[in-house]
């Protein structure tokens, strides 16, 4: 903050007249509650007061320190000056508010220290309300003549003139806003807030407090939403091992889920993560995740159980076989899930806390994993083979874990089944066609890439934010009486009560579709907006943006407005389709523009095609005639009267209560109400002559600018639109703007240039970033399993399996009816770490049969039906746990759907590759070895002897040999 000042200071000059400059560290906070004051036929000032009142019970309360107020506007005191008068008596502007200054003070003299006592001198002449100004003297002279302010002026309290007004369904209302600072707690809060309003209401009549937004009941819905399915995924989880494995293993496995998030909550307290919808998606993505690497453990433990060995050496021996595979799945899936923190943009600072609460949690499991899951195994009566059961409560427990064991039969029988049955036949037919088996998983792949391409499975750059209100801007022509505006605005509002009518005959048990209307005129004449907030979108059977166009088609094309957009739920990213136009020629720019926009409104798909260069306020430019100067006039001289007399000149500023007042002296409005009034001024020259301000200036009438906007040190013009339909593909209607239109405006204005602005840049952003660190935790990941299998060519083969996940990820998107978008890909980088994880057990179990003289091929069959089970419970426990998400109907959990659907198909997909297309590929990898060693030595050697695990073995025998 301190170089943002420094910045600030070194900047020479500021135009006079303007504001202190303060420069701040904007806090962190979150919107929590927002509710609106209103009343049937009570002024502006005193719901005001009212307002004023309830904030200071407000902040009475603990846990709420950010209060913000709104819909009115700020209060001043006008002293109204009349020119006639100031003629009269030959007054200036500024000697008028100099005797302001002057006389209505609050000051101190100093001190009076007598023996006795000491007395402070003062001057307390402050008056805080203008009728208490009028006596104010002026000018008095020695003839005993005195002119009072009132005498010249009508000092009144008034709020200031720039419109800024809030209506609640039609009434006169002001808007209590309550935020919560990162220390707060949100859902407390609102629980305060919404217990003095029902309080309020049951005590108060004429008066009453409706809430407007509550951001608690959002995150208490998707709270709800994601520890049910949390609870229902873990359920899931534990009834899938318990069937398929044993249910004590089970309960030993399953256990290892609350230590995992116990451990997690301990450390994620330290990093200042807090319970919020992504810190809870975070921890439904790595339910299922959790148990992979407890069921490999386990399952490894109990096979060497079955081979004879005690508990305790069956549990030391199976953990230490697997633990080079577990370490290194743990590492690549924190490695995935990094990722998320070194994106470039908002999706980084978004999904940044669901990777730290996967990474920690993870961290947390290895430890459990694989020294307090071996432990528990070890000694517990999981290894223990069935005997005679006596009486007792504890063998009540155990007699009914035997009794389960029925069902433990038909779940081995059913694996069993899949696994011999099923899939050893499969994959001896896929290793003997390996070729025709790799071709038809390729033209599978560029199908898919080709039906992406053509729209076939949607696209879009990102999700649309589910939302319960719909949210219209009116922008007309600056310096549009507020009258106009507010005469369209308010047509607006009536034909949305029209909609919600007809729209509530269609709603299950005829509840209002609309709850209620915010009208807020300002800031500014010619600005306006509607927010119109509906039924909760969980009771409600239209979506937003249905209704939002069903009050558009019933309004119906509104002509003279700047802009009128009507939208609904949030864009993340910003415009779906943003162009900005730029250059240094303003001219080719502004029908570049026009051109682009017309083309956009001809566009079906698109609706509420707008710009950032409206048309600016008509501007009265002076420009001074030679006779000015000959009277001893400037620029600068005459400006500043000007000034005074419309604008105003402030007299002075002062704190009454809780509000800022200014002292302001103007002309009556009556005498700044027409453009003759500003000829019939009288400017005061040097020599105190008063001469009318046509004589010594004249003027035209041209329109001014509003704002000028620069990207890159260009002039830049942006245009955006948004979807008629949510669903729409919007990165095929932006490529076909790319395509089609841009390429042909750009021809008919060569000083043009182009740059895609909105939802395209964010998504470049991420893209880019995502591009970069994507190579580095590639390659981290490459580095992590060339150590644990001290190979080149294993972490290839297993690394190319993930292209053609991307299979799944875009049907399974087809399926649900989703669009792939930038979540989408982001959960396919998610799912880079989990889908390596059973690879590694596979290739680990390879190498170690490789050890034991088992031949290449059988080898590779062998590692296949040796770890299914452990590879089918990993991939169904993880598709479980992100099941009930995919299944959910509501709408506060389809924003997370294209990331769950992404690792949940990627996965499925990703374990049907590891056990039919990685023994192929590893088979391909042999016989590519096989060639290279025949060309350079011209000899063949077994398949065995290519592979890095039997050339370690056999250098170690050397090894030892020598030795001996």
């Given at each position: 903050?301190?170089?943002?000042?420094?910045?600030?200071?070194?900047?020479?000059?500021?135009?006079?007249?303007?504001?202190?400059?303060?420069?701040?560290?904007?806090?962190?906070?979150?919107q929590?509650?927002?509710?609106?004051?209103?009343?049937?036929?009570?002024?502006?000032?005193?719901?005001?007061?009212?307002?004023?009142?309830?904030e200071?019970?407000?902040?009475?309360?603990?846990?709420?320190?950010?209060i913000e107020?709104?819909?009115?506007?700020?209060?001043?005191?006008?002293?109204?000056?009349?020119?006639?008068?100031?003629?009269?008596?030959?007054?200036?502007?500024?000697?008028?508010?100099?005797?302001?200054?002057?006389?209505n003070?609050?000051?101190?003299?100093?001190?009076?220290?007598?023996?006795?006592?000491?007395?402070?001198?003062?001057?307390?002449?402050?008056?805080y309300?203008?009728?208490?100004?009028?006596?104010?003297?002026?000018?008095?002279?020695?003839?005993?003549?005195?002119?009072?302010?009132?005498?010249?002026?009508?000092?009144?309290?008034?709020?200031?003139?720039?419109?800024?007004?809030?209506?609640?369904?039609?009434?006169?209302?002001?808007?209590?806003?309550v935020?919560?600072?990162?220390?707060?707690?949100?859902?407390?809060?609102?629980?305060?807030?919404?217990?003095?309003?029902?309080?309020?209401?049951?005590?108060?009549?004429?008066?009453?407090?409706?809430?407007?937004?509550?951001?608690?009941?959002t995150?208490?819905?998707?709270?709800?939403?994601?520890?049910?399915?949390?609870?229902?995924?873990?359920?899931?989880?534990?009834?899938?091992?318990?069937?398929?494995?044993?249910?004590?293993?089970?309960?030993?496995?399953?256990?290892?889920i609350?230590?995992?998030?116990?451990?997690?909550?301990?450390?994620?307290?330290?990093?200042g993560?807090?319970?919020?919808?992504?810190?809870?998606?975070?921890?439904?993505?790595?339910?299922?995740?959790l148990?992979?690497?407890?069921?490999?453990?386990?399952?490894?433990?109990?096979?060497?159980?079955?081979?004879?060995?005690?508990?305790?050496?069956?549990?030391i021996?199976?953990?230490?076989?697997?633990?080079?595979?577990?370490?290194?799945?743990?590492?690549?899936?924190?490695?995935?899930?990094?990722?998320?923190?070194?994106?470039?943009?908002?999706?980084?600072?978004?999904?940044?806390?669901?990777?730290?609460?996967?990474?920690?949690?993870?961290?947390?499991?290895?430890?459990?994993?694989?020294?307090?899951?071996?432990a528990?195994?070890?000694?517990?009566?999981?290894?223990?083979h069935?005997?005679?059961?006596?009486?007792?409560?504890?063998?009540?427990?155990?007699?009914?874990?035997?009794?389960?064991?029925?069902?433990?039969?038909?779940?081995?029988?059913?694996?069993?089944?899949?696994?011999?049955?099923?899939?050893?036949?499969?994959l001896?037919?896929?290793?003997?066609?390996?070729l025709?088996?790799?071709?038809?998983?390729?033209?599978?792949?560029?199908?898919?890439?080709?039906?992406?391409?053509?729209?076939?499975?949607?696209?879009?750059?990102?999700?649309?934010?589910?939302?319960?209100r719909?949210?219209?801007?009116?922008?007309?022509?600056?310096?549009?009486?507020?009258?106009?505006?507010?005469?369209?605005?308010?047509?607006?509002?009536?034909?949305?009560?029209?909609?919600?009518?007809?729209?509530?005959?269609?709603?299950?048990?005829?509840?209002?579709?609309?709850?209620n209307?915010?009208?807020?005129?300002?800031?500014?004449?010619?600005?306006?907006?509607?927010?119109?907030?509906?039924?909760?979108?969980?009771?409600?059977?239209?979506?937003?943006?249905?209704?939002?166009?069903?009050?558009r088609?019933?309004?119906?094309p509104?002509?003279?407005?700047?802009?009128?957009?009507?939208?609904?739920?949030?864009?993340?990213?910003?415009?779906?389709?943003?162009?900005?136009?730029?250059?240094?020629?303003t001219?080719?720019?502004?029908?570049?523009?026009?051109?682009?926009?017309?083309?956009?409104?001809?566009?079906?798909?698109?609706?509420?095609?707008?710009?950032?260069?409206?048309?600016?306020?008509?501007?009265?430019?002076?420009?001074?005639?030679?006779?000015?100067?000959?009277?001893?006039?400037?620029?600068?001289?005459?400006?500043?009267?000007?000034?005074?007399?419309?604008?105003?000149?402030?007299?002075?500023?002062?704190?009454?209560?809780?509000d800022?007042?200014?002292?302001?002296?103007?002309?009556?409005?009556?005498?700044?109400?027409s453009?003759?009034?500003?000829?019939?001024?009288?400017?005061?020259?040097?020599?105190?002559?008063?001469v009318?301000?046509?004589?010594?200036?004249?003027?035209e009438?041209?329109?001014?600018?509003?704002?000028?906007?620069?990207?890159?040190?260009?002039?830049?013009?942006?245009?955006?639109?948004?979807?008629?339909?949510?669903?729409?593909?919007?990165?095929?209607?932006?490529d076909?703007?790319?395509?089609?239109?841009?390429?042909?405006?750009?021809?008919?204005?060569?000083?043009?240039?182009?740059?895609?602005?909105?939802?395209?840049?964010?998504?470049?952003?991420?893209?880019?970033?995502?591009?970069?660190?994507?190579?580095?935790?590639?390659?981290?990941?490459?580095?992590?399993i060339?150590?644990?299998?001290?190979?080149?060519?294993?972490?290839?083969?297993?690394?190319?399996?993930?292209?053609f996940?991307?299979?799944a990820?875009?049907?399974?998107?087809?399926?649900?009816?989703?669009?792939?978008?930038?979540?989408?890909?982001?959960?396919?980088?998610?799912?880079?770490?989990?889908?390596?994880?059973?690879?590694?057990?596979?290739?680990?179990?390879?190498?170690?049969?490789?050890?034991?003289?088992?031949?290449?091929?059988?080898?590779?069959?062998?590692?296949?039906?040796t770890?299914?089970?452990?590879?089918?419970?990993?991939?169904?426990?993880?598709?479980?746990?992100?099941a009930?998400?995919?299944?959910?109907g509501?709408?506060?959990?389809?924003?997370?759907?294209?990331?769950?659907?992404?690792?949940?198909?990627?996965?499925?997909?990703?374990?049907?590759?590891?056990?039919?297309?990685?023994?192929i590929?590893?088979?391909?990898?042999?016989?590519?070895?096989?060639?290279?060693?025949?060309?350079?030595?011209?000899?063949?050697?077994p398949?065995?002897?290519?592979?890095n695990?039997?050339?370690?073995?056999?250098?170690?025998?050397?090894?030892?040999?020598?030795?001996?």
């Amino acid at each position: 903050m301190a170089d943002v000042k420094n910045a600030v200071d070194r900047v020479p000059s500021f135009p006079t007249g303007m504001e202190p400059l303060v420069v701040a560290k904007v806090e962190n906070i979150r919107q929590t509650i927002s509710f609106a004051v209103s009343g049937n036929n009570i002024g502006l000032a005193t719901l005001k007061q009212i307002t004023r009142d309830i904030e200071n019970d407000l902040r009475g309360m603990e846990g709420i320190s950010q209060i913000e107020i709104t819909g009115y506007p700020e209060e001043e005191i006008e002293i109204a000056v009349r020119e006639t008068d100031l003629q009269a008596y030959d007054l200036s502007f500024q000697e008028v508010a100099q005797a302001v200054s002057r006389e209505n003070i609050l000051i101190t003299g100093g001190n009076i220290k007598t023996d006795a006592e000491e007395y402070l001198i003062r001057a307390n002449n402050r008056s805080y309300f203008g009728e208490r100004l009028n006596d104010i003297v002026v000018r008095a002279d020695n003839s005993g003549r005195v002119i009072r302010l009132s005498d010249v002026a009508t000092v009144r309290d008034r709020f200031e003139e720039t419109p800024n007004a809030s209506y609640f369904n039609g009434d006169l209302s002001v808007n209590v806003n309550v935020s919560n600072t990162n220390s707060e707690d949100l859902i407390s809060t609102a629980a305060q807030v919404n217990k003095y309003i029902e309080t309020y209401n049951q005590t108060h009549h004429n008066i009453r407090l409706d809430v407007v937004n509550d951001s608690s009941i959002t995150l208490n819905q998707r709270t709800e939403l994601l520890l049910g399915n949390g609870m229902f995924g873990v359920t899931l989880v534990f009834l899938i091992l318990a069937i398929f494995l044993n249910i004590r293993m089970a309960f030993w496995v399953g256990i290892g889920i609350p230590l995992s998030f116990l451990g997690m909550f301990v450390f994620a307290s330290q990093l200042g993560i807090t319970i919020n919808l992504l810190s809870l998606f975070g921890m439904i993505v790595v339910v299922g995740i959790l148990v992979d690497d407890g069921i490999v453990v386990a399952e490894n433990i109990y096979q060497h159980f079955e081979r004879g060995k005690s508990r305790v050496r069956a549990a030391i021996d199976g953990t230490m076989e697997v633990i080079a595979p577990i370490v290194s799945s743990i590492i690549t899936t924190i490695l995935a899930f990094s990722a998320f923190l070194f994106l470039d943009s908002r999706i980084g600072d978004f999904f940044g806390e669901v990777s730290k609460i996967v990474m920690i949690t993870l961290a947390v499991s290895l430890i459990e994993a694989l020294l307090i899951l071996p432990a528990h195994i070890a000694h517990s009566k999981a290894l223990v083979h069935e005997g005679n059961i006596g009486p007792g409560i504890r063998n009540r427990i155990d007699r009914a874990f035997d009794k389960f064991k029925i069902v433990n039969r038909y779940g081995d029988r059913a694996m069993e089944f899949l696994r011999d049955r099923l899939y050893v036949p499969v994959l001896t037919v896929f290793m003997r066609n390996k070729l025709i088996t790799f071709s038809s998983l390729l033209a599978i792949l560029i199908l898919t890439i080709a039906s992406m391409s053509s729209g076939i499975i949607g696209r879009s750059l990102f999700p649309r934010v589910a939302s319960d209100r719909v949210t219209i801007s009116l922008a007309m022509p600056e310096g549009t009486n507020a009258k106009i505006t507010d005469s369209i605005i308010s047509m607006i509002e009536a034909n949305a009560w029209l909609v919600n009518e007809d729209l509530t005959k269609k709603q299950t048990g005829n509840k209002q579709v609309v709850e209620n209307i915010i009208k807020r005129l300002g800031p500014g004449s010619s600005n306006a907006s509607l927010q119109i907030n509906l039924l909760p979108g969980e009771e409600r059977n239209l979506e937003s943006f249905v209704i939002t166009n069903a009050v558009r088609d019933k309004v119906g094309p509104v002509y003279g407005v700047e802009t009128l957009t009507f939208g609904f739920g949030g864009n993340f990213g910003g415009s779906p389709v943003s162009v900005s136009l730029l250059g240094n020629n303003t001219e080719q720019l502004r029908l570049a523009k026009n051109e682009l926009k017309k083309n956009m409104r001809e566009n079906p798909l698109l609706k509420d095609v707008n710009d950032n260069d409206p048309e600016g306020i008509k501007e009265i430019r002076v420009k001074l005639k030679e006779n000015a100067y000959l009277v001893g006039l400037d620029y600068q001289t005459v400006m500043a009267q000007v000034r005074n007399g419309f604008f105003g000149f402030q007299a002075q500023r002062f704190q009454r209560g809780q509000d800022k007042i200014k002292v302001w002296t103007r002309y009556e409005r009556s005498n700044r109400s027409s453009i003759n009034n500003l000829d019939d001024m009288r400017i005061i020259t040097p020599s105190g002559q008063r001469v009318p301000f046509s004589e010594i200036a004249e003027y035209e009438i041209v329109r001014g600018e509003v704002a000028i906007n620069h990207l890159d040190g260009l002039r830049e013009i942006q245009v955006n639109a948004d979807l008629e339909n949510p669903n729409s593909n919007s990165g095929a209607i932006l490529d076909d703007i790319k395509n089609n239109v841009v390429p042909a405006i750009l021809s008919k204005f060569p000083s043009v240039k182009v740059s895609y602005e909105g939802q395209s840049r964010e998504a470049a952003k991420i893209q880019n970033s995502a591009s970069k660190v994507s190579l580095v935790i590639l390659f981290l990941i490459f580095v992590t399993i060339a150590f644990t299998f001290r190979s080149l060519s294993q972490p290839i083969i297993l690394m190319l399996l993930i292209p053609f996940s991307i299979i799944a990820v875009a049907w399974g998107h087809l399926l649900h009816g989703f669009p792939v978008n930038i979540l989408s890909w982001l959960g396919i980088i998610a799912l880079i770490g989990v889908m390596v994880n059973d690879g590694l057990v596979l290739i680990h179990k390879f190498n170690s049969l490789l050890r034991e003289d088992v031949k290449f091929e059988e080898a590779l069959i062998q590692a296949g039906r040796t770890r299914f089970r452990a590879i089918l419970l990993t991939t169904v426990t993880t598709v479980a746990g992100m099941a009930p998400l995919l299944l959910e109907g509501s709408r506060q959990a389809q924003f997370l759907k294209p990331m769950a659907i992404s690792i949940s198909y990627g996965i499925a997909f990703a374990s049907l590759l590891t056990l039919f297309i990685l023994p192929i590929f590893l088979s391909f990898n042999n016989s590519l070895k096989g060639h290279v060693k025949w060309l350079r030595s011209g000899e063949r050697v077994p398949r065995e002897e290519l592979e890095n695990s039997i050339k370690e073995l056999k250098a170690a025998q050397q090894e030892d040999e020598n030795i001996q």
